[in-house]
């Protein structure tokens, strides 16, 4: 009913940036929050940003001060701006719809992307 399509990930150098993308479509009425989680071979899942429709985000120590999460809420899209990138930022990124309402079912849902690779690399 709901799909997320990321894009944008690939390799890097350090110190570059590269900017993702996840746009949220199908039976949508509303999404609480649209977020980033990354995660590296042999590692959990973690979070790096989220942000609340309302305007609140949180970031992973990690990547405060170089990530920034931004968010279109008419377009159910959401951006993640990522300056400054490390070697240990390399992983698979995933975007996440949390707390959709959907004009189809009651309840609310939680959706996952597919996954973007991430490379920071020289």
């Known amino acids: 009913q709901v799909q997320l399509v990321e894009s944008g990930g690939g390799l890097v150098q350090p110190g570059g940036s590269l900017r993702l993308s996840c746009a949220a479509s199908g039976n949508i009425f509303s999404i609480y929050a649209m977020g980033w989680y990354r995660q590296a071979p042999g590692k959990q899942r973690e979070l790096v940003a989220v942000?609340?429709?309302?305007?609140?985000?949180n970031y992973a120590y990690s990547v405060k001060g170089r990530f920034t999460i931004s968010r279109d809420n008419a377009k159910n899209t959401v951006y993640l701006q990522m300056n400054s990138l490390k070697p240990e930022d390399t992983a698979v990124y995933y975007c996440?719809?949390?707390?959709?309402?959907?004009?189809?079912?009651?309840?609310?849902?939680?959706?996952w992307g597919q996954g973007t690779q991430v490379t920071v690399s020289s």
């Open positions: 996440n719809a949390d707390r959709v309402v959907l004009t189809t079912a009651h309840g609310v849902y939680d959706y």
């Open positions: 942000l609340t429709s309302g305007g609140n985000s």
